[in-house]
């Protein structure tokens, strides 16, 4: 039965993925889109849909190297504003 419900709302999902597309960057949203957001979080996948690349930090947190970084950086006292100042091309 759980097997059942997965598929049926994985299906449900990937339905509405067209309807939700329409505010996307051409070339975005969609099926990648829907992969982007439940591997690296509804953050990236908003920016991906707006146009923005997949952050090097994203890519670490396959590996769980970016949730060590980021709870390094965390501990450290780092805000959004020094990250803006490092990083400004993903805000």
């Known amino acids: 039965m759980k097997k059942i419900l997965a598929i049926v709302l994985a299906m449900a999902i990937f339905a509405a993925a067209p ?3 329409a505010k996307a960057a051409e070339g975005r949203g969609g099926i990648v889109g829907g992969l982007v957001g439940c591997c690296f979080g509804i953050r990236t996948a908003a920016a991906y849909n707006e146009g923005k690349s997949i952050n090097i930090r994203e890519w670490l947190q396959f590996i769980w190297v970016g949730y060590v970084w980021a709870a390094f950086e965390g501990y450290s006292g780092v805000t959004t504003s020094d990250l803006q ?3 400004p091309a993903y805000f």
């Open 19 to 21: 309807a939700a597309q």
């Open 85 to 87: 100042k490092t990083e």
